[in-house]
């Protein structure tokens, strides 16, 4: 399919699996509460856990937010396009659909060429990933059609860049407060503000952010951290680690400390588990620190991806 076909599909209500460097998202016009909500249907998606709406230019944030604060110009002039969604105070024209009732909306512009020509064609997309709620992220086009079906509309963008969903700032509080980690680290964020921010991954009834009330991105193996004292059945195993090469694994991923590289490779493990019928995927605990690029995006989805 071509970027104009997808163009085409989406100007008349259709939904579309696009890619961008986090994870391919399920797109539909952000101006139509028609295609809006079905992507909550296709994806079997709880209608209080909002929607991110995707923009090809910084001039487009003034549709959505009542008010930018300075913070957010500084934000958006470093970080955009790229893998970080704010969020704002909304305008009352804004889709109750997207924000699921809230005050609130989290926008972000993609860093990945498809999906800005895509927007520049459409307009604002409202988009989460591209999989079954609940499901891994998908981050190919094999991953939605999984999910979706063969025929299922997707533009093809390549393998995504990150691997993990964005980093999702609330602006609308003070501290501001990262409600999901992702590439962009809380201490990058002070750096680039100038002003404290706190974490606030709590579930909460209304969760202002995707991702954080509801169990996500969990295969059908069951997600452990590995404890080297222990003895598992290493048969229909997946073992994951960073620093170590335990022995007697036969199915074994190193990845020598690239935690950027775990990070891409991390949804696709899981599906792949899945496909082999295994039955536990185990991974190494992470470091404390938050210093290492990922390491706190990464314990988030694990996390999440164990049911924790």
Request: proline share 9%; charged share 25%.
């Amino acid at each position: 399919m071509t970027i104009e076909q997808a163009a085409e599909l989406l100007r008349q209500g259709s939904v579309v699996a696009f890619p961008t460097e986090t994870v391919y998202g399920l797109g539909a016009d952000a101006w139509n509460p028609t295609a809006v909500k079905k992507i909550f249907a296709l994806k079997g998606r709880p209608d209080d856990n909002p929607l991110i709406v995707h923009l090809s230019d910084i001039s487009q944030v003034a549709d959505f937010a009542s008010e930018i604060p300075p913070a957010a110009e500084k934000l958006m002039k470093k970080c955009w396009p790229g893998p970080l969604t704010l969020v704002f105070n909304k305008k009352p024209e804004v889709l109750d659909a997207i924000t699921s009732g809230l005050n609130t909306v989290a926008l972000r512009i993609p860093d990945h060429p498809v999906a800005l020509e895509l927007i520049r064609l459409t307009g604002p997309l409202a988009a989460p990933s591209a999989n079954r709620s609940g499901r891994p992220s998908p981050t190919n086009p094999m991953h939605v059609q999984r999910d979706f079906g063969p025929d299922f509309p997707v533009l093809e963008g390549g393998k995504s860049a990150v691997g993990l969903e964005s980093t999702v700032l609330d602006l609308t509080r003070q501290p501001f407060a990262v409600l999901r980690p992702g590439k962009y680290t809380r201490e990058q964020l002070e750096r680039i503000t100038g002003t404290r921010i706190g974490v606030d991954q709590a579930a909460s009834d209304k969760p202002g952010s995707p991702g954080v009330k509801y169990t996500h991105y969990k295969p059908e193996a069951d997600v452990l951290w590995f404890d080297p004292a222990k003895n598992y059945d290493r048969e229909k195993v997946l073992l994951i680690t960073h620093t170590d090469r335990p022995a007697g694994f036969p199915r074994h991923v190193h990845f020598r400390g690239d935690f950027e590289h775990m990070a891409r490779e991390l949804y696709d493990l899981f599906r792949t588990a899945d496909f082999d019928g295994l039955s536990r995927i185990l991974i190494e605990p992470l470091p404390d620190t938050e210093s290492y690029s990922m390491v706190a995006a990464l314990k988030n989805r694990i996390e999440k991806a164990s049911g924790n």
